[in-house]
């Protein structure tokens, strides 16, 4: 289950890194200085932490399911803007009350940003806790601003990264779900090996799938392009 989590909060950090990569330098480095100060502020509650403590709040039912409430949220607000930047690229006029959209950064991260400092002072015993702190902090300003435009690098059209946008809140709502729903069932479940065989294929079929849409956003995107100058 700590895996899966783990897992959950790598999706999250990503899903932040893809909401940056619309934004302006000047927020970019912006947000990424409050996330930085935010790692030194929250160093003095990480080191009272322990693994037992950690492992006994991911077991924790009820915290869980307030967790499942908060990830439902924020994925719902993605989901939002993704359909409002759509609408604004096809011309359509934006309400006002949609546009703090834009603005929202992505809470979540604040939370994977705490669990990140505290495996960090675990896997670096013996090791001043404030000098960790400092450079997760350094690494977080310098890593946001470098990874959102890694993303506008890779993914320069605008939609394409909405739809990567949409399709990582999806993953993140989903799998948020599945890892904070009451473990008390009804029926015992049946133990059964993993299918690897399955596993792989599911997998290979959803990077194949992946890959066929790049490449066909890709050339569409080219041909638009073409059928442009050629009108011009």
């Known amino acids: 289950m700590e895996l899966i989590i783990q897992i959950l909060m790598l999706f999250i950090f990503v899903n932040s890194i893809l909401k940056l990569s619309f934004w302006k330098l000047w927020q970019i480095v912006l947000f990424s200085l ?18 037992t403590q950690l492992t006994d709040y991911l077991n924790n039912v009820i915290i869980m399911q307030n967790a499942a409430v908060l990830i439902t949220l924020e994925s719902a607000i993605c989901f939002g803007f993704c359909f409002a930047a759509l609408r604004e690229m096809f011309g359509r006029k934006i309400k006002r009350w949609i546009a703090p959209l834009y603005w929202y950064p992505g809470l979540l991260i604040f939370p994977v940003l705490f669990y990140g400092l505290t495996q960090l002072i675990f896997a670096l015993p ?70 690897i065989k399955a596993l792989v294929l599911s997998v290979s079929l959803f990077f194949l799938c992946f890959i066929i849409g790049y490449l066909w956003n890709k050339i569409k995107w080219r041909l638009k392009q073409n059928k442009e100058l050629k009108n011009k």
């Open 34 to 51: 409050i996330c930085a100060l935010f790692v030194v502020w929250v160093c003095q509650f990480s080191i009272l932490q322990s693994k």
């Open 126 to 195: 013996g090791t001043d806790f404030k000098s960790i702190s400092y450079f997760l902090a350094v690494g977080v300003f310098v890593g946001l601003p470098a990874l959102s435009y890694l993303m506008k690098y890779l993914y320069p059209e605008k939609e394409l990264r909405l739809e990567v946008h949409f399709l990582v809140s999806l993953f993140v709502c989903i799998i948020g779900l599945i890892t904070t729903v009451n473990g008390n069932v009804t029926y015992a479940a049946v133990k059964e090996s993993i299918n």
